[in-house]
């Protein structure tokens, strides 16, 4: 698999309803990042989450990451339509000298109002 | 403050020819970085630029190069296109380099490039 898949490919729920997508990746890290993208709004970030923490919130988003099973998981509670978008998880990592910064494949969520 | 604009947002070109695209990042902030969005690559990063020095770049061949200026504008080149470089083209700005940590980006609307 490639660094920073997520799982699900694609996610559609009711509106009201919690989604989790998830997020794995191979090399150590220093932290990590979800965005979200949409056609009216582009990429967004939205919440970073360092290598030495296991959980941070904002609003309605829940960020979790295991270092020792390389994975992160995006919690979406009380969803809304307005959240239909792609999800993507970003790591940066140290690669031939270089700082690399690679994007996940992304969840496709759609919340259905 | 206002945000990352990218210019031109659509563009259409023939294969073998050259394109530069503009980025201008949000004011104050030193880096920028560009991203190649296909549907069958997904995100990929190509390079960052933080005080007119390229400080980090990704798997790209060379025909792929980038440049800052003083004022912290990006401008990046394609050479002799090819059709799979077809893509959309972002730009991120940061208010941090990449030292080691990459800090929180802010993304332009991108510029959709076609080669035909």
């Known amino acids: 698999s490639q660094q920073g898949e997520e799982d699900p490919q694609a996610l559609s729920i009711q509106e009201g309803e919690n989604a989790t997508m998830n997020c794995s990746y191979k090399?150590?890290?220093?932290?990590l990042q979800w965005y979200r993208q949409n056609s009216g709004r582009g990429l967004v970030h939205l919440i970073l989450i360092r290598s030495n923490e296991r959980e941070k919130h904002s609003g309605r988003l829940r960020v979790t990451l295991d270092t020792s099973k390389k994975s992160s998981s995006l919690l979406i509670t009380a969803s809304r339509a307005a959240d239909t978008a792609s999800y993507f998880c970003a790591t940066d990592a140290r690669s031939g000298g270089y700082q690399k910064v690679t994007f996940g494949t992304g969840t496709k969520l759609q919340v259905i109002p | 403050k206002a945000g990352v604009t990218q210019t031109p947002r659509y563009l259409i070109k023939t294969r073998g020819q050259q394109v530069t695209l503009s980025c201008s990042p949000i004011?104050?902030?030193?880096?920028v970085s560009w991203y190649q969005q296909t549907p069958g690559q997904g995100l990929q990063f190509l390079f960052e630029?933080?005080?007119?020095?390229?400080?980090n770049k990704g798997n790209f061949p060379g025909r792929f190069s980038g440049r800052q200026f003083s004022n912290s504008r990006s401008e990046m080149n394609v050479s002799t296109l090819e059709l799979g470089d077809s893509a959309l083209y972002l730009c991120?700005?940061?208010?941090?380099?990449?030292?080691?940590?990459?800090?929180?980006?802010?993304f332009g609307p991108g510029t959709r490039l076609t080669v035909t």
């Open positions: 991120a700005s940061s208010s941090q380099a990449g030292t080691g940590v990459l800090y929180e980006q802010y």
């Open positions: 630029y933080f005080s007119e020095t390229q400080r």
């Open positions: 090399t150590s890290i220093n932290n």
């Open positions: 004011s104050g902030h030193r880096s």
